[in-house]
């Protein structure tokens, strides 16, 4: 049976789809680096509207970056490193940005005066 550019018996086709994935079979992937563009450049973009979103996406976004780093991309498109380095640091920023706000409003002139 002709399979991409090779040609399969059926039982080697059989055997392929128990066993190792054969890479003509792939139909479908999930594809981490693209997952992390979007959730780490989406919420800075309406970060004002979604700002409590912005911890659990930036999280998610450098979770998606990193785990997905030796994982196969697209079978078109490839690997897509650069998605997964752009979506790790809007990850960083997003996370980055609450530490901010936290020391900001912890070390505000009313804050300190609630306190006292």
């Known amino acids: ?10 039982t080697c086709l059989s055997s392929g789809l128990t066993g190792d994935k054969l890479q003509e079979l792939v139909i479908g992937r999930f594809l981490w680096a693209d997952t992390a563009l979007l959730l780490g450049t989406v919420p800075l973009v309406v970060g004002i509207f ?7 996406s930036g999280v998610a976004a450098i979770f998606c970056a990193l785990f997905g780093w030796k994982k196969p991309g697209s079978l078109p498109g ?23 706000v936290i020391f900001l ?12």
């Open 78 to 100: 490839g690997q897509r490193r650069w998605a997964a380095v752009i979506g790790l640091v809007g990850g960083l920023l997003q996370v980055v940005s609450w530490f901010v």
């Open 105 to 116: 409003l912890t070390n505000s002139v009313a804050f300190q005066r609630a306190f006292r």
């Open 50 to 56: 979604i700002w409590p979103v912005l911890i659990i």
């Open 1 to 10: 049976m002709p399979l991409g550019t090779r040609h399969l018996c059926p």
